[in-house]
T-cell receptor, first 114, second 113 residues
Framework: DVKVTQSSRYLVKRTGEKVFLECVQD?????MFWYRQDPGLGLRLIYF???????EKGDIPEGYSVSREKKERFSLILESASTNQTSMYLC?????????????FGPGTRLTVL | QQQVKQSPQSLIVQKGGISIINCAYE??????FPWYQQFPGKGPALLIA?????SEKKEGRFTISFNKSAKQFSLHIMDSQPGDSATYFC????????????FGAGTRLAVHP
């Protein structure tokens, strides 16, 4: 059974703080993704990684960075959190090699920036 | 600007009824159209998916209808049940890239007993 876990379910941070969101998958997936989910906007891709140390910008990368030092772990970093980054953050992973491979999602981290 | 337009935003259906959610897209490079289901407090999970060379796909009570010329696709939930109450997202994946999902805005479905 595929498992994608995220380090926190809820997080409250202050404006200007550096924030780390961690994601771990246990299925040896090549691809990992970070999305943010906002009402009325669906899920939007922030960054993804198709291999260790590789990363590609998604549709809304501004204000975020990522790190993938190990295959199973993908971190999202908010260098200086701002109130407009208050959102639900979802991590996902999938096998590489095909467009049609299913993405498996974690339960999400609800981040509030005060 | 939403690349995949989804409607309605919310939907209320009586138990046993048919739930219909519609999506439309412009980009002809999209090559795969999955639907995801999300329950409160959970991440989305793949429900059903279709490729553009097929006009319909059915899995149990869930059916995707696909109209390639109109660039529209829809999810039909037959005999809707209270347990189907969730948020549904249509999505699309572009040919030639990694399997990056582009999501619609979501439809919150409530099935009343």
């Amino acid at each position: 059974d595929v498992k994608v876990t995220q380090s926190s379910r809820y997080l409250v941070k202050r404006t200007g703080e550096k924030v780390f969101l961690e994601c771990v998958q246990d299925m040896d997936h090549e691809n990992m993704f970070w999305y943010r989910q906002d009402p009325g906007l669906g899920l939007r891709l922030i960054y993804f990684s198709y291999d260790v140390k590789m990363k590609e910008k998604g549709d809304i990368p501004e204000g975020y960075s990522v790190s993938r030092e190990k295959k199973e772990r993908f971190s999202l970093i908010l260098e200086s959190a701002s109130t407009n980054q208050t959102s639900m953050y979802l991590c996902a992973s999938s096998f590489g090699g095909s467009l049609y491979n299913e993405q498996f999602f974690g339960p999400g981290t609800r981040l509030t920036v005060l | 600007q939403q690349q995949v337009k989804q409607s309605p935003q919310s939907l209320i259906v009586q138990k046993g009824g048919i739930s219909i959610i519609n999506c439309a897209y412009e980009n002809t490079a999209f090559d795969y159209f999955p639907w995801y289901q999300q329950f409160p407090g959970k991440g989305p999970a793949l429900l059903i998916a279709i490729r553009p060379d097929v006009s319909e796909k059915k899995e149990g009570r869930f059916t995707i209808s696909f109209n390639k010329s109109a660039k529209q696709f829809s999810l039909h939930i037959m005999d809707s049940q209270p347990g189907d109450s969730a948020t549904y997202f249509c999505a699309a994946i572009r040919k030639g890239g990694y399997n990056k999902l582009i999501f619609g805005a979501g439809t919150r479905l409530a099935v009343h007993p």
